[in-house]
């Protein structure tokens, strides 16, 4: 089955130290996302990559960093640079070529910081 | 900064009535809109999305968008408790090639049996 995969679900990390969170998809999709979402809130964008090697700040990047170096792979490093860290972290992929294709979203990873 | 507005709820509908949900954006120039169900917990999906003045209709759902007023709303007919769960309005900016997505706080939406 075609899907994404975001692992850990659950993260407890300690204040000062870097973590990174991991995303595979098999869809063969382009194009590759990364969101935060806190208690009550909506989606807000971090780093989103359109193709291999090429990725751009969202609107919340600061304190956060990306690499894509495979096309199915999307990492997202969660640096000690981030002020509130703890958030439900979601990672989406869609076909790039599509005006309306859908995000397809992995599971998520709950990262709690201490 | 582009917004997308709902009204975060709660919002309580009894079983078998019709829920609607609401959103407004602030980027004319948007085209292309999504309703999205997450359930607590876990990750949203998709319900539909429309590009297109009117109604699209799919099984118990219809979006409706009125791109003058810059509204785009979600009807939930027939509803059922396994309905409840927080709905997110999220609207597409226009950067080519990556849905850059902007999502509104979401609405709770109850239905009580």
């Known amino acids: 089955d075609g899907g994404i995969t975001q692992s850990p679900k659950y993260l407890f990390r300690k204040e000062g130290q870097n973590v990174t969170l991991s995303c595979e998809q098999n869809?063969?999709?382009?194009?590759m996302y990364w969101y935060r979402q806190d208690p009550g809130q909506g989606l807000r964008l971090i780093y989103y990559?359109?193709?291999?090697?090429?990725?751009q700040k969202g609107d919340i990047a600061e304190g956060y960093s990306v690499s894509r170096e495979k096309k199915e792979s999307f990492p997202l490093t969660v640096t000690s640079a981030q002020k509130n860290p703890t958030a439900f972290y979601l990672c989406?992929?869609?076909?790039?070529?599509?005006?309306?294709?859908?995000?397809?979203f992995g599971n998520g990873t709950r990262l709690t910081v201490t | 900064q582009k917004e997308v507005e709902q009204n975060s709820g709660p919002l309580s509908v009894p079983e078998g009535a019709i829920a609607s949900l609401n959103c407004t954006y602030s980027d004319r120039g948007s085209q292309s809109f999504f309703w999205y169900r997450q359930y607590s917990g876990k990750s949203p999906e998709l319900i539909m999305f429309?590009?297109?003045?009117g109604d699209k209709e799919d099984g118990r759902f219809t979006a409706q968008l009125n791109k003058a007023s810059q509204y785009v709303s979600l009807l939930i007919r027939d509803s059922q408790p396994s309905d409840s769960a927080t709905y997110l309005c999220?609207?597409?900016?226009?950067?080519?090639?990556?849905?850059?997505?902007?999502f509104g706080q979401g609405t709770r939406l109850t239905i009580n049996p």
């Open positions: 429309i590009y297109s003045n």
């Open positions: 989406a992929s869609s076909d790039r070529q599509g005006a309306n294709s859908p995000l397809h």
């Open positions: 999220a609207v597409k900016e226009s950067v080519w090639g990556a849905q850059k997505l902007v």
């Open positions: 869809l063969n999709h382009d194009a």
């Open positions: 990559s359109q193709i291999v090697n090429d990725f």
